[in-house]
């Protein structure tokens, strides 16, 4: 019962910053199932079984609230849905020794993009109003679809990065266009993983966990992607990924390091990320003191 509940919790904070970052609910709540030893290829089953509703919610939030691009949102979903099936079927066919070290290395990849870029960059700018074209969405969302189901993650974190610096799409359009077409993207995984691993291999209250944590997030997170500072927000959420994954890997049969090795790199994983958060806050308040003072000048 303490799991269902730790479950529940999990799926609603992942849902907040997936709603309101436009990523990293299946990153968050992969990372934390692989941490508890399940199956690779049943903890991408698992997550992508609960973003079914949790992104049909998410969806129809942001589409009251005006932050969706129906053009957008075809031009991405449907070859992300291609994407996924194809990633689906590719973990279901790996073993569970091979799939899990290979899952948390995507994951750590994914995890150190976003707390690198949001750190760094913040949200990118520019060229406001052009059209986003097909060539540019269509092997995006392919790429992000295939990701997002081998690694239990990575369309928001592909896709929302990538549409972002284009500078085209305001960034609540993007967010809310990524989220609602991740619902085509988790069906088409879900589809992908019950043809591979089957049914049985799911734990449906773990699904039904993640579901109702997420379902309850999404309209708050819907509201909040006007009010969170995304940057400071990328920042933390990157850190916990790498920090997690990190351990993963470490205590793998591909290292098998020693004590004094892992934990020396967590204290590592840890400063990085906790200078990483205080720098973001420190550029966020920057750039509002900025924006005041243009305001008032």
Request: hydrophobic letters at 50%.
């Amino acid at each position: 019962m303490r799991k269902i509940l730790l479950l529940a919790l999990v799926g609603l904070g992942a849902q907040l910053v997936d709603g309101s970052l436009g990523m990293a609910y299946g990153v968050t709540s992969t990372t934390l199932l692989l941490a508890v030893g399940v199956h690779a290829a049943a903890a991408s089953a698992t997550v992508h079984l609960a973003e079914i509703g949790t992104t049909l919610a998410s969806g129809a939030a942001h589409w009251r609230f005006g932050n969706v691009d129906a053009k957008v949102v075809a031009r991405i979903g449907i070859p992300g849905a291609v994407g996924a099936f194809a990633g689906a079927t590719f973990l279901s066919s790996l073993s569970t020794d091979a799939a899990a070290p290979i899952m948390s290395l995507i994951l750590l990849t994914l995890g150190s993009y976003l707390l690198i870029r949001f750190t760094t960059f913040g949200l990118a700018k520019g060229n406001m109003g052009k059209p986003l074209r097909k060539r540019f969405l269509a092997p995006l969302g392919l790429l992000a679809g295939f990701v997002d189901a081998t690694g239990g993650g990575g369309w928001g974190p592909i896709g929302t990065p990538a549409i972002l610096a284009s500078g085209r799409l305001e960034p609540r359009k993007v967010i809310g266009s990524i989220d609602t077409s991740e619902f085509l993207v988790a069906v088409a995984a879900s589809l992908g993983f019950l043809v591979g691993i089957g049914a049985e291999n799911v734990n449906v209250g773990w699904v039904v966990a993640l579901l109702i944590g997420g379902v309850v997030a999404a309209p708050v997170a819907a509201w909040l992607v006007r009010l969170v500072p995304p940057r400071v927000l990328g920042s933390a959420v990157g850190g916990v990924i790498v920090l997690t994954n990190s351990r993963t890997l470490l205590r793998s049969d591909w290292f098998n390091a020693p004590a004094t090795l892992r934990y020396g790199c967590y204290a590592v994983v840890c400063a990085i990320w906790a200078a990483a958060v205080t720098y973001s806050i420190r550029e966020h308040r920057r750039e509002q003191q900025q924006s005041v003072t243009i305001s008032n000048g």
